[in-house]
């Protein structure tokens, strides 16, 4: 699963970027993704229930969960048009599972801004027209195909072609797919689309160090908009957050109490996208090692397991489960055993975030 992070130049994006992906590339080794390109980097999520099963269960190493973050440059009006980097930058869209896109809502007179006027809706305005207007092209590239399988009598072209017909009359309006309600058939019938504005997205708002809780009415407006088209809205100085972040953990703490801050706002914008994902964590934790695992909400414990090692799937046998409020009153992994509330749950179980599991894998 994978975010990518988008915005108008001078936004704060790299920053943003860097700052967010800086603290995990000495420990990548945990995480195996594929591969991880000039422009792609892991953000770790923090969880503050690692710290917690840590007090009984005390572990040679502590893993939370990560997520790959892409950064994807090269927006300009006209993308869809292929002008500038639009085609590529379009095609890296496809690829992701949700959008970070930063919106500039500082001032500061020595970062100019690319249309002139610091004005966050409108940038959202300007990539939003694109992707929009990339969609309904391969909207209409799709339907003559549609059309032609659903006369030949393929139910399921007919369900493709009542799905882009609704899509269109959305897109024409100029709203996003994300805010469009469709039939589960139907939407499942174009999900291999890979349909831009009909993926989860996140605001990122980048804001004055002086209006850390966003409440410049730029912000305001950000989150007005978020909640008409679906997404959500986070609250970052990328500048600061960039500092706080180069800092050694003594000087990390002063800084956040100075500034107001219980915690970086990187570790929400970590969290919040693990969300936009639709991402939950389940724990493993013996000695060796305490770790998060992300699975799609939903998930069925076999597919939860995939996660750890994709034999799993069809090898599970059982799991074995207990939650933190259990490990909190009984200690002890034996007693909680020993008070039954150990339980086992097979294939059809749904796993729930902050399970605490041992899998039983067959051979
Ligand atoms: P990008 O083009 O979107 O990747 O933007 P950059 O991350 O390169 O930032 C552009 C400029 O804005 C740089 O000079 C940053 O130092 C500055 N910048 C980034 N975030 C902030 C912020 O939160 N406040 C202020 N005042 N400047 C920022």
Partial sequence: MEAGIVGLPNVGKSTLFNALTSSVSAQSANYPFCTIEPNEG??????????????????????????????????????????????????????????????????????????????????????????????????????????????????????????????????????????????????????????????????????????????????QKVREHAKKSGASVACVCAKLEAEIAELDEADRAEMLADVGLEEPSLNVIARQTYRTLGLQSYFTAGEKEVRAWPFRIGSTAPQAASVIHTDFEHKFIRAEIYSLADLEEYKTEKEIRAAGKLRAEGKAYIMQDGDICHFLIGP
Wanted: charged share 25%; hydrophobic share 45%.
């Fill in 42 to 219: 892991i953000v770790s999520v923090p969880d503050a229930r690692l710290s917690r099963i840590t007090q009984y269960i005390v572990p040679q190493k502590i893993i939370p969960a990560a997520l790959k973050l892409v950064d994807i440059a090269g927006i300009v009006k006209g993308a869809s048009d292929g002008e500038g980097l639009g085609n590529k930058f379009l095609s890296h869209i496809r690829q992701v599972d949700a959008i970070m896109q930063v919106v500039r809502c500082f001032e500061d007179p020595d970062v100019i801004h690319v249309s002139g006027n610091v004005d966050p809706i409108a940038d959202i305005d300007t990539i939003e027209t694109e992707l929009v207007l990339a969609d309904m092209q391969t909207l209409e590239n799709a339907l003559p195909r549609a059309e032609k399988s659903a006369r030949g009598g393929d139910k399921d072209a007919k369900l493709r072609v009542s799905a882009i017909q609704k899509c269109n009359a959305h897109l024409e309006s100029e709203q996003p797919l994300r805010a469009l309600e469709l039939p589960e058939a139907e939407a499942a019938a174009i999900s291999s689309y890979g349909l831009m504005t009909a993926k989860p997205i996140l605001y990122v708002a980048n804001v004055d160090e002086n209006d850390l809780a966003g409440e410049h009415e730029l912000v």
